[in-house]
Structures are given as C-alpha cells and as structure tokens.
C-alpha cells in the first residue's frame, strides 16, 4: 500500500497523559499537514510541514500540542497533558512539492485512516 | 478571512441525480476540493476545480464560478454506496492549508 499510513489507528487515554501519533507520507510527498476533526465538522488544520520545516501552525495548535518531522519524512504529533477536548479524529495528509506541479490537480492532498483519541 | 457554506443533510434515491451545493468567501482563491468521506473513514478526493465550468469525472461533476462563489458536485446514477459525507473544501491564501465545510451528509434509499 502506498497511500498515507497513521498509527495508530484508535487510543484512548486518561485525561492529563501524553499521547504521540505517527503519520508516514506517500513517499514523493514532501508535504505534509495535520488536521483534526470532531464529530459533525469538517476538518480543521493544525500545522503544515514542507520536508523538515514547520512553515505554517494554526491557532488551533495549543502549547500542548507539538508536531515534528525530524528528516523530512514521517512525522508525529505529541499532545501533552490531554484533556476531554483533545478528543478527536487526527488526520495527517500529504502532497506534492509546489515545483513539481504539471497539473494543478496535483496540489491535491491525501489523507490517512485517521487516529480516532478519545480521553477519559 | 474565509467561510465556507453547505446544506447539512440531503436525501435521494437510487439512480436519481443530485446536487451538493457551496459557496465559499475567501481573501485569495487558490482553488475549491470536493472530498467524500464515509463516516469513520478519511476523506477521499474527488474533484478540483480552479477555473470557471464543469468539470466531469464518470458519475460525479463539479462546478465552479468564482465571481459568485460558488460551487457544486452533481452526482448522477446514485448508488447505495454513495451515502457519505461531502466536503467542499478550498486553499487557504498561502495555497496551503486546506479550510473545509462542516460537510453535507447524504443519504441514498433504495
């Protein structure tokens, strides 16, 4: 499969722990984003990444949360001290570099499956 | 800043035509998305439009007019499985981040 991998699929935790997901992009994809959603809504953006850099945080994006991408590939998003609110779907998707676009449908992002969090 | 607008709930039935209407303010177009998504599942694209018209994909189209704002997905020949949810979605003003609607959910009887 090369589509956009997170894991893991489902955690549930207890309100004030720390919790850590991954997002592996599709390989060509030097671009990378996090969303969130919650029930009824669409999705909101976090924080977008082009290769390694964090070029664009949302004001969504809490002091608790943090998103890295150490080598430009895969990512993870920490969420310290959780709370009852935190509890939502967290949807990584990825793109293609501006450079590469030929079409401008390639600007198109992918989305993972998803980490559903629920805190307790 | 930006708004997106979309009905919350549609109903049709199968093999009827139906339309998914948006309409959008945005400060810098950079194009419009329309993504399908199941419930549970992520999102699934489907269109991009960035210039006036129609354009055709198998059973889904999509519409823009970027002097009205607006926006809509027509899809024909409905089937079962197309009970979702649809997003219209458009780039923010850096052409990055994607702001979406909170969705239309339809639901397709037999």
């Known amino acids: 499969d090369t589509g956009v991998s997170q894991d893991p699929r489902h955690k549930i935790t207890k309100r004030g722990q720390n919790v850590t997901f991954r997002c592996d992009p599709i390989s060509e994809h030097n671009r990378l984003y996090w969303y969130r959603q919650t029930l009824g809504q669409g999705p909101e953006f976090l924080t977008y990444?082009?290769?390694?850099?964090?070029?664009?945080k949302s004001r969504l994006l809490s002091d608790r949360f943090s998103a890295e991408r150490p080598k430009g590939s895969f990512s993870t998003l920490e969420i310290q001290r959780t709370e009852q609110g935190d509890s939502a779907m967290y949807l990584c998707?990825?793109?293609?570099?501006?450079?590469?676009?030929?079409?401008?449908?390639?600007?198109?992002?992918?989305f993972g499956p998803g980490t559903r969090l629920l805190v307790l | 800043g930006q708004n997106i607008d979309q009905p919350t709930e549609m109903t049709a039935t199968e093999g009827a035509i139906v339309q998914i209407n948006c309409t959008y303010q945005t400060s810098g177009f950079n194009g419009l998305f329309w993504y399908q998504q199941h419930a549970g599942e992520a999102p699934t694209f489907l269109s991009y439009?960035?210039?006036?018209g129609l354009e055709e994909k198998g059973r889904f189209s999509s519409f823009l007019s970027r002097s009205k704002g607006y926006s809509y997905l027509l899809l024909k020949e409905l089937q079962m499985k197309d009970s979702a949810s649809y997003l219209c979605?458009?780039?923010?003003?850096?052409?990055?981040?994607?702001?979406f609607g909170k969705g239309t959910t339809l639901s397709v009887s037999s």
């Open positions: 990444f082009q290769n390694e850099a964090q070029l664009e």
């Open positions: 979605a458009v780039h923010n003003q850096a052409g990055t981040a994607l702001i």
């Open positions: 439009n960035v210039l006036d």
């Open positions: 998707a990825s793109s293609l570099p501006m450079d590469e676009y030929r079409d401008r449908v390639q600007e198109t992002q992918y």
